[in-house]
């Protein structure tokens, strides 16, 4: 549904390294907004917050990091297949209670509220924004919202279909 690249990289009032991908709509779609990732206080972690407009009231759609931040192709194709460095299996983050049991682009889902507006904050160890050698490094990737929700279990993917933002 839409899709990004997360190739920005600034130093906020404090400091802390960010990486931020806007969303932009791909082809038919309204649906826009923006990523942050910023390095946690602690240096341990990245924290995430997403903030997406113009979906459809209630509804809730899969969120991935890929492996690409390609935007050329309107409909998201050339980000290609979820950032999985480590080659694990398909999950979402909220299986946190079994260490990697989702790969490193697995964002779980975004629930958008009754004006079609979805906000989601967390805390991921897998991510990083300073060092392009570790495995989760987010520069350059794209993250892509997807017309369906995630359920967390098909493999490769989830079973979701189009793209809505890049």
């Given at each position: 549904?839409?899709n990004?690249?997360t ?7 404090d ?5 931020t ?9 309204k649906?826009?907004g923006q990523v942050t990732f910023t390095l ?25 990091i890929h ?8 409909t998201g194709?050339a980000m ?5 460095p ?7 983050p909220a299986s946190l209670?079994?260490p990697h ?5 697995d ?5 958008a ?6 906000v989601?904050k ?8 300073l060092?392009?050698?570790?495995l989760?490094f987010?520069l350059g ?7 369906k929700d ?7 993917t989830g079973?979701?279909l ?5």
């Amino acid at each position: 549904m839409a899709n990004t690249t997360t190739t920005d990289r600034d130093s906020d009032r404090d400091g802390t390294i960010l990486a931020t991908a806007i969303l932009t709509p791909t082809l038919n779609s309204k649906v826009q907004g923006q990523v942050t990732f910023t390095l946690t206080e602690a240096g341990v972690g990245v924290s995430v917050e997403a903030t997406v407009s113009n979906l459809g009231p209630g509804t809730s759609h899969g969120f991935h990091i890929h492996a690409f931040g390609d935007t050329s192709s309107e409909t998201g194709l050339a980000m290609a297949g979820h950032f999985n460095p480590t080659n694990a299996n398909h999950g979402c983050p909220a299986s946190l209670a079994v260490p990697h049991a989702f790969h490193f682009g697995d964002l779980g889902s975004v629930v958008a509220d009754e004006g079609g507006n979805a906000v989601r904050k967390w805390v991921s160890r897998d991510l990083a924004v300073l060092d392009p050698a570790q495995l989760g490094f987010v520069l350059g990737r794209g993250v892509i919202v997807h017309e369906k929700d995630d359920d967390c279990m098909t493999q490769p993917t989830g079973a979701f279909l189009d793209v809505v933002l890049q």
